[in-house]
């Protein structure tokens, strides 16, 4: 066997071992939040708010509700903000469109952490009260450069025929924009409207600090609000098997809503 | 003709927000740690005493974990990164390229706070029992291999964090790697390149700037990722001697201290550390824009 193909051996097995491993791993992460969560979720998980440490049963009714608020709000303030920023950039002033596309991709980058730091020292300090709608702030954040850069992409592959086309026939620019741009991409907004919102839903670092935990059943969003994710950490620290079991039923539900979420809308790009 | 103002002075005030929200960080996140920055200056950096009780901070230790399990983690998760992306374009039968494609996708959805919980339940007691006594006796004549066993460190948050973002990186290069013609990996094949050959001069010189984009996007999130890091470090202000001791990055003790921060001075700090943080993500965010920019137009220019 001549050196060469010595070569190229090695390095196809060297890239299917990994390969493998890899693929091994992700798929045994995955069996391993299945089976656990399986075990350990139930209807009580839905119904019944958390118990006192070490008391056995309860639920995280208060939790899942709490996240779908605070995500929710996020996604009430960013998306308007995203689609209408996308459209100003593509149909209005094309000078600043590199610098909002620029400022967008540093704030995709810039850790969850961070934005719920910021949260907090605008949101939380002033009012020396954790809030739901802080969280929400904190991930409206997050999402609006996620959405901004979907919403963008599609715009910028609407024909500028059929634009052009609704303004010869004398419509104002906003009809355009809503009834042709928009109604255009439809399907590729609906997408990134689901997309965000899984994309959100499974965020920690940024509630921490902003909208924190609640053992109660909260609905008002000034005041602190419980949520999946900052109950998985805090549970799965702590020493009570019982919480470890409940930690691993928020992960269940969190991983089958992202899993769902992103099915959905691959269905529906497919589809058109 | 009312209405087409308002429209557009709405979609104007919104990008007027969405310009102004990193600087409008950037500031906030400056005054919030001017008590620290006035008190311990630019030392904050190489201090690595970190106590509440009384009052001195040093940023030293967070930032060299932050550094290291990032190094180690990217280091990881580019080899295998890498490794998928060939087998998915290059090597696996079409039919499955594409259940691939999507089964990395949806991988690259699931939070990081699921990591975390795996990490600690699943791969600490692997790497207590199996994985770390293997390395120290096969590795342990290395110093910085040689250790205790503890499972809770190091090396088991790098491992998490590569993990997770393997997949980011691969899907990034799975897209640039598709992107390559296929007229030019054929006529490398008729010339008699083995796969080996037609990868290392073809395909990867041919998408240098889309992998560098991979491997930074894959970079920043390791920088920042808090949920996966902080279960599996061990949080210790203690700077590791070798891979297998606990320490603590910069979002582990933001995660772990901040809602316990007494004092004023112990919050500036940790937004000391958030300043940080950014600054950071946003200089290597900079770099990789012109880098990326420089390469793809080298590569406009050489084919």
New interface residues.
């Given amino acids: 066997m001549g050196k060469?193909?010595f070569?190229?051996k090695l390095?196809?097995i060297?890239?299917?071992?990994?390969?493998f491993?890899?693929?091994f791993?992700?798929v045994w992460?995955?069996k391993?939040?299945l089976i656990?969560g399986i075990k350990s979720i139930n209807l009580d998980f839905f119904l019944e708010d958390p118990r006192p440490p070490g008391v056995e049963g309860g639920g995280l009714r208060n939790a899942v509700l709490g996240s779908l608020i605070i995500t929710s709000i996020a996604i009430i303030i960013s998306f308007?903000?995203?689609?209408?920023?996308a459209?100003?950039?593509n149909?209005?002033?094309h000078k600043?469109s590199n610098?909002?596309r620029?400022?967008?991709?540093?704030?995709l980058?810039?850790?969850?952490?961070?934005?719920?730091?910021?949260a907090?020292?605008?949101f939380v300090k002033p009012f020396k009260t954790f809030s739901a709608i802080s969280g929400s702030i904190a991930l409206a954040?997050i999402s609006?450069?996620i959405i901004?850069r979907m919403v963008d992409e599609l715009i910028r592959l609407v024909p500028d025929a059929t634009k052009e086309a609704a303004y010869s026939l004398g419509s104002?620019?906003?009809k355009v924009?809503?009834k042709i741009v928009l109604s255009y991409i439809k399907v590729g907004i609906l997408t990134s409207l689901i997309?965000s919102f899984?994309?959100i839903?499974?965020?920690?670092?940024p509630l921490?600090?902003t909208s924190?935990n609640n053992n109660m059943f909260e609905i008002d969003i000034t005041k602190p609000m419980a949520t999946l994710?900052v109950n998985?950490?805090v549970y799965?620290?702590s020493p009570y098997e019982s919480w470890?079991r409940l930690?691993?039923s928020a992960?269940f539900f969190?991983?089958i809503f992202?899993?769902l979420t992103?099915?959905i809308s691959?269905i529906l790009q497919k589809q058109h | 003709?009312k209405?087409?103002n308002?429209?557009?002075i709405?979609?104007?005030?919104?990008?007027i927000?969405?310009?102004l929200?990193?600087f409008?960080?950037l500031i906030?996140?400056y005054?919030?740690s001017n008590l620290a920055i006035s008190e311990f200056g630019i030392g904050f950096l190489f201090n690595t005493t970190w106590d509440p009780v009384k009052e001195e901070f040093g940023g030293l230790v967070p930032i060299l974990g932050t550094i290291f399990s990032s190094t180690i983690a990217l280091s990881l998760a580019v080899?295998?990164a890498?490794?998928?992306a060939?087998?998915?374009t290059e090597?696996c039968p079409p039919f499955l390229k594409n259940i691939?494609r999507?089964?990395f996708?949806?991988?690259a959805?699931?939070?990081?706070?699921?990591?975390?919980?795996?990490g600690?339940?699943?791969l600490v007691p692997i790497m207590k029992n199996y994985v770390e006594p293997f390395l120290i006796k096969n590795l342990g004549f290395i110093e910085i291999f040689n250790g205790q066993p503890l499972g809770i460190g190091l090396l088991t948050a790098s491992i998490v964090l590569s993990?997770m973002i393997?997949?980011y990186i691969?899907s990034m290069t799975i897209d640039v790697f598709l992107l390559v013609p296929n007229v030019f990996r054929e006529s490398a094949y008729a010339l008699g390149a083995?796969?080996?050959?037609v990868?290392k001069n073809v395909v990867i010189p041919y998408t240098k700037s889309g992998i560098l984009a991979g491997i930074?996007?894959g970079l920043?999130r390791a920088?920042?990722?808090?949920?996966a890091v902080?279960?599996v470090i061990g949080n210790l202000y203690k700077i590791p001697k070798n891979i297998y001791e606990p320490t603590i990055t910069i979002?582990s003790s933001?995660?772990n201290e901040?809602?316990e921060a007494t004092t004023d001075l112990y919050l500036s700090s940790?937004?000391y550390l958030?300043f940080i943080?950014?600054f950071i993500?946003?200089i290597?965010?900079a770099i990789s824009?012109f880098l990326i920019y420089k390469l793809q137009k080298w590569e406009r220019e050489s084919f």
């Fill in positions: 060469r193909i070569l190229d390095f196809v060297f890239s299917l071992v990994f390969s491993i890899v693929i791993v992700l992460i995955l391993d939040v656990f308007p903000i995203a689609l209408l920023s459209v100003y950039i149909e209005y002033n600043i610098i909002v620029f400022l967008s991709d540093i704030m980058s810039v850790p969850s952490i961070v934005i719920g730091a910021y907090y020292a605008l954040i609006i450069p901004l104002p620019k906003w924009i809503t997309l899984s994309r839903f499974g965020e920690t670092a921490l600090f924190f994710t998985i950490f799965a620290m470890h930690a691993w992960s969190i991983v992202v899993l992103s099915i691959r | 003709m209405l087409d308002i429209f557009k709405f979609a104007l005030i919104s990008s927000i969405v310009i929200i990193p409008s960080i906030t996140l005054v919030e080899i295998m890498f490794a998928i060939i087998f998915i090597l691939f999507a089964i996708e949806l991988l959805a699931i939070p990081s706070i699921i990591y975390g919980i795996w600690l339940f699943v993990i393997i997949p691969s083995t796969r080996f050959e990868i930074i996007l920043t920088l920042g990722e808090t949920m902080t279960f979002a933001l995660a901040f809602t940790l937004f958030v943080l950014f993500s946003f290597i965010i824009r």
